[in-house]
């Protein structure tokens, strides 16, 4: 029996049952879309974050105070370590090598006012050179310039979100708002960036970061931003903060430095993991899909015993029946597993062009594993019926009504 | 050297722990070509299962069968398969039809599975269903022909890959006696051009146009 007549019985036979076919594909096809759809979405968002932390500058170290037990780890804050001070980021800057600027940078958080409007955001304290390493720029007015920073001058420039929700989209920015306690004077508006990690950037007001001291009463930082000359420096200049850093706090590497490479690949590799996790879930249902194939493949032999009996009787071999069956198992999940990648590519093609949401990137890789592992599925599930067929006694196959 | 040689066939079944029934105890039978066999007994006298064995469906429990001088009894399934499929024919009582196939596809079947070409498969097919006068109905699937006309589709399908032997297991058993005498002059006008035919039945009349009559009885020729 050549390859061309067993396809074509394979293909005969699943016809003639069009429905009962479809219905037990629809697992298989399920599977293999749900894997699709979620690799896709994953390789998505790895790209996206790729993209955003690119976008927000780079050849970027990151100094936290703290030490995590893991580079690249989150930091936690514990009480004994020693804060990071302006002193410690004037120093980088002055002395470590191949730094571009050292941007002491401090956090909180405070209601802005102005008039009746007022809204609960983020205060970011920067210097000067922040705009530039961050990679920000402005839609109006000026940026936070050394000058502000050295008076401690009371002035702010506003993220976009901030600008609409107390002064309007597009209202002038006025002459003062209040942030705390203290009056502000907005000097600027920030060009809009988006949502970058589910972190509104422009949900932020920036002041400089001497005026940042005075209005939380703290000279300890959120971290130091620091901007690396060139790409393959951030190793030497990682090294060289660590040794300026330990000296000034009595040999203790009470801080972290991480670098926006090392956090672009921690965050790639829970995507990862999560994605693998999620699509190993998705591919559950290939197996249970293949059980349903096993059923539905034990139904018709059984259906077709005598068929089989005849089969044999003008000279199938057992060989001949076990190909005949798998044939067909294997036809109906790779027509599963086909339906399946057609579904999830278009389900996703359709979501990256109908919504910007949720970016999905298809992965070709995983429809090809997609498809080949519902092959895999038919052949697995398909062997137990087929053998059975094939070791049926034909006298006893041929009695069979 | 007679075509079919058996000696002291027995077939035995267990039914169960304890109870052995002797279908055959014993058959000692030859078969020359170009003869044509009745073989006759009552209902549970083993002659359907004698007729089982000479066609390589079923095995002896013990006892030699030659084929063509070739012993058969230590050939393993795939090697009986192979001869089923090019030497031995085999038309059964109740037609053994594949339903959802034509009448074409159903005489194609021996030579699909003795590898011969789809459109040679077709030229050969279409003349033996000429040749049972059934030309017309080529494209009828079973359920649409009559039991007379389903049992010359099965003759065209045993006679596909040109047979060694035709054996017929109560051919006319289903059958009017009008069809029954229609496929009976299908197994004569063979049996003239030099067919070697074996047939099992229970009509005396039948029986007596073969030339030569075995009569089985619990198990043993009598």
Redesign the interface.
């Known amino acids: 029996m050549d390859a061309l007549e067993v396809f074509n019985s394979a293909k005969d036979s699943l016809v003639s049952n069009r429905l009962r076919s479809t219905l037990t594909v629809l697992g298989i096809i399920i599977g293999v879309a749900a894997v699709i759809l979620l690799v896709s979405l994953g390789e998505g968002a790895r790209a996206y974050i790729k993209r955003q932390l690119g976008d927000l500058g780079s050849n970027i170290l990151i100094i936290v105070p703290g030490k995590t037990a893991k580079e690249g780890g989150m930091h936690m804050g514990t009480s004994t370590v020693r804060k990071l001070r302006m002193s410690d980021a004037a120093l980088i800057e002055k002395r470590a090598r191949y730094v571009e600027h050292a941007v002491p940078i401090i956090i909180g958080t405070s209601w802005i006012k102005r008039g009746n409007k007022s809204r609960d955001t983020y205060v970011v304290g920067v210097t000067g050179p922040y705009f530039e390493v961050r990679n920000l720029k402005m839609a109006a007015g000026r940026a936070i310039s050394d000058a502000d920073v050295a008076a401690a001058r009371r002035v702010c420039v506003l993220g976009r979100t901030v600008k609409r929700a107390i002064i309007g989209p597009y209202g002038p920015l006025g002459d003062s708002v209040t942030i705390g306690n203290a009056r502000f004077r907005p000097i600027g508006e920030m060009a809009p960036k988006g949502v970058a990690l589910g972190f509104d950037i422009d949900d932020v007001v920036f002041i400089p970061v001497t005026s940042a001291v005075e209005l939380f009463d703290t000279d300890w930082l959120f971290n130091i931003t620091v901007k690396v000359t060139s790409e393959d420096k951030v190793p030497i200049v990682k090294r060289e903060i660590r040794k300026l850093l330990m000296k000034r706090h009595a040999g203790k590497e009470d801080f972290t430095i991480l670098s926006q490479d090392e956090m672009i690949s921690v965050m790639s590799r829970i995507l990862r993991i999560m994605t693998a996790v999620l699509s190993g879930i998705a591919a559950i249902s290939l197996v249970v899909g293949g059980i349903g194939i096993m059923n539905i493949m034990l139904v018709s032999v059984s259906e077709r015993t005598r068929e089989i009996g005849i089969r044999k009787a003008v000279g199938a071999t057992n060989r001949d029946i076990l190909v005949q069956f798998l044939a067909e198992s294997v036809a109906l999940s790779l027509a599963g597993g086909l339906a399946g990648v057609a579904v999830g590519v278009a389900i996703g093609l359709g979501f990256s062009y109908f919504t910007s949401a949720l970016p999905v990137k298809i992965a070709w890789w995983s429809v090809g594993l997609a498809f080949f592992f519902s092959a895999a599925v038919g052949v697995f599930f398909g062997v137990y019926p087929a053998a059975k067929a094939a070791a049926f006694d034909p006298i006893i196959a041929l009695r069979h009504e | 050297m007679p075509l079919i040689e058996l000696k002291d066939i027995t077939k035995a079944y267990t039914l169960g722990e304890s109870r052995r029934v002797d279908v055959l105890r014993g058959v000692s039978i030859d078969v020359e070509k170009g003869e044509f066999i009745a073989i006759m007994g009552p209902s549970g006298s083993g002659k359907s299962t004698l007729l089982?064995i000479i066609?390589c469906?079923?095995r002896p429990s013990s006892g030699i069968y030659l084929f063509e001088g070739v012993l058969v009894s230590e050939k393993s399934?795939?090697e009986l398969?192979?001869i089923?499929?090019?030497k031995i024919g085999?038309v059964?009582q109740s037609f053994?039809?594949?339903h959802?196939f034509s009448a074409m596809k159903n005489v194609e079947?021996?030579l699909?599975?003795?590898?011969v070409r789809?459109s040679q498969r077709r030229e050969t097919a279409a003349r033996l269903l000429e040749k049972v006068g059934l030309s017309g109905r080529a494209g009828h699937k079973p359920p649409e022909l009559s039991g007379g006309e389903q049992q010359r589709v099965a003759i065209a399908?045993a006679l596909?890959?040109n047979p060694a032997i035709i054996l017929a297991d109560e051919p006319t058993g289903n059958l009017d006696s009008k069809s029954g005498a229609e496929v009976m002059d299908i197994f004569l006008s063979l049996h003239r051009q030099g067919a070697t035919v074996v047939m099992v039945t229970h009509e005396p009349r039948l029986a007596e146009m073969a030339g030569r009559i075995i009569h089985i009885r619990d198990g043993e020729v009598a």
């Open positions: 089982n066609g469906l079923d399934d795939e398969a192979s089923r499929n090019g085999f059964f053994n039809l594949i959802k079947l021996p699909v599975y003795a590898g789809e399908r596909a890959n």
